[in-house]
């Protein structure tokens, strides 16, 4: 995997962003971004992945230490830290659905309420 900058990232997302629809223009398709292009149709989905490591070592924050025991006896082996940062993405989702999802299409996708790989307009969280 390539690690880049945020800026960098930020410039090739804006790249894509305006080629794809050219590029796809020129063998007669369209492209679009939207959340939720056609009505009465499922929108596209929204996910996030998170890492989160110690800047020094670079180390996974989010498994138990080796050794550690499961606080949680839950088994799935992660750290007090894991359970706390899922803890303060639930408390703060719709803040977070708000800069993530900003427009009237993303409102729409969110609301829509198709149960086909959803939960409707709730949030969810797996240990993938």
């Not at 900058?5 to 930020?10: D, I, K, N, R, T």
């Not at 056609?38 to 989905?45: D, N, Q, V």
Request: proline letters at 4%; a positive charge; glycine letters at 10%.
């Amino acid at each position: 995997m390539v690690v880049r900058g945020q800026l960098a990232v930020g410039r090739h997302v804006c790249f894509y962003h305006t080629m794809a629809p050219q590029v796809a223009a020129r063998h007669g398709f369209n492209v679009t971004f939207m959340a939720k292009p056609f009505e009465g149709k499922t929108g596209t989905g929204n996910h996030l992945h998170f890492h989160v490591a110690d800047v020094k070592a670079g180390e996974n924050l989010f498994p138990l230490k080796k050794g550690e025991k499961d606080w949680k006896d839950d088994r799935l082996g992660y750290s007090k830290l894991a359970y706390h940062f899922i803890g303060g993405l639930q408390k703060h989702k719709d803040a977070i659905c708000a800069v993530t999802s900003p427009t009237v299409n993303c409102y729409r996708s969110i609301q829509s309420g198709e149960a086909v790989y959803s939960s409707g307009s709730q949030y969810t969280w797996t240990p993938a």
